[in-house]
Nanobody
Framework: QVQLVESGGGSVETGGSLRLSCAVS????????IAWFHQAPGKEREGLLG????????YHNPSVAGRFIISKGDAKNSLILQMNNLKPEDTATYYC???????????????????WGQGTQVTVSY
């Protein structure tokens, strides 16, 4: 059974940083697309950054370029989202998601993903 568990959320002031982790347990597939999304109240879920484990290629939403970084964690089957220079508009619930294969340009579409974590809250104050 595949499980994704996010951690590391919290409250910070504008300009601060947070490091989110996604722990993946269970077998997804030989190669998978794993991505971070966020969703603010009343808004659609938005893709931020993704990684394809088959070749290590990464994908990013231009809205977070230069501020957010995705990487593999030190623990096996973990994924990190490093968020810097946080802004109040980054306030949202952050999710990691996985698809058992290659998505290409579809990585931004939350409907493509099979597995989701429960989310972790990030709040950025002025």
């Amino acid at each position: 059974q595949v499980q994704l568990v996010e951690s590391g959320g919290g409250s910070v002031e504008t300009g601060g940083s947070l490091r989110l982790s996604c722990a993946v347990s269970g077998y997804i597939s030989r190669s998978a697309c794993i991505a971070w999304f966020h969703q603010a109240p009343g808004k659609e879920r938005e893709g931020l950054l993704g990684i394809y484990t088959g070749d290590g290629s990464t994908y990013h939403n231009p809205s977070v370029a230069g501020r957010f970084i995705i990487s593999k964690g030190d623990a096996k089957n973990s994924l990190i989202l490093q968020m810097n220079n946080l802004k109040p508009e980054d306030t949202a619930t952050y999710y990691c998601a996985a698809y058992p294969g290659y998505l290409g340009s579809r990585w931004l579409d939350p409907r493509a993903y099979y597995y989701w974590g429960q989310g972790t809250q990030v709040t950025v104050s002025y």
